[in-house]
């Protein structure tokens, strides 16, 4: 069981819109920053989202982050087959004095 | 261009220690940002194990504090991780990343990572 609760999968169609949730408490998500990370088939995971809504160089405008209270969101909007992937959120658990990792969410482009 | 490598020994046996070692290019690692190890199961999610700051500082996953240890070299610009008492349950693809931080705060910004490589525990 992760500290941080995903669903285990969205789909959507090409073209269309989704929402991933993440979901946790005043010790981690409530007072502390969320990133969001892609994650491809057999590769390393890459950063789409750091500090609840900033985007690294080089990552579309259709990701973006948000956060309220102890709930942090990844949108996507112009859904691509090639953004087929799971997606993880992250955040630093005060309590545990750790990082901490959703248990991530499959995305299907139908 | 900061660029991180996995190495070790992808087969280790139960009860043995697990050790992996990353190398680090494109940035000295004596000079800012954590540095830290998040592993992945097969067809699992992704779990955070622990990082270190260049003064030697750690935080590690309390489910596994007992039993790793990340250290810095800063000499061969390269970290690494010991992991003792290993089980099947601690196979799993491991990699290395850099963390950042904001205002003095951790904010789990992992902005670089290594490939991965996968370490199975046999018995």
């Known amino acids: 069981q992760s500290v941080l609760t995903q669903p285990p999968s969205v789909s959507a169609a090409p073209g269309q819109k989704v929402t991933i949730s993440c979901s946790g408490s005043?010790?981690?998500?409530?007072?502390?920053?969320v990133s969001w990370y892609q994650q491809l088939p057999g590769t390393a995971p890459k950063l789409l989202i750091y500090q609840n809504n900033l985007r690294p160089s080089g990552i579309p405008d259709r990701f973006s982050g948000s956060k309220s209270g102890t709930s942090a969101t990844l949108g996507i909007t112009g859904l691509q087959t090639g953004d087929e992937a799971d997606y993880y959120c992250?955040?630093?658990?005060?309590?545990?004095?750790?990082?901490?990792f959703g248990g991530g969410t499959k995305l299907t482009v139908l | 261009q900061v660029q991180l490598q996995e190495s070790g020994p992808g087969l280790v046996r139960a009860s043995e220690t697990l050790s992996l070692t990353c190398s680090v290019s494109g940035y000295s690692i004596s000079t800012a940002y954590y540095w830290g190890w998040v592993r992945q199961p097969p067809g699992k999610g992704l779990e955070w194990i622990g990082i270190?700051?260049?003064?030697?500082?750690?935080y590690y996953n309390p489910s596994l504090k007992s039993r790793v240890t990340i250290s810095l070299d800063t000499s061969k610009n390269q970290f690494s991780l010991n992991l003792i008492s290993v089980t099947a349950a601690d196979t799993a693809v491991y990699y290395c990343t850099r963390d950042d931080t904001f205002g003095g705060l951790i904010v789990s910004k992992f902005d670089y990572w290594g490939q991965g490589m996968l370490v199975t525990v046999s018995s």
């Open positions: 005043s010790s981690n998500i409530g007072n502390n920053y």
């Open positions: 992250a955040t630093w658990d005060t309590s545990l004095s750790a990082g901490v």
């Open positions: 270190i700051f260049r003064t030697g500082n750690t």
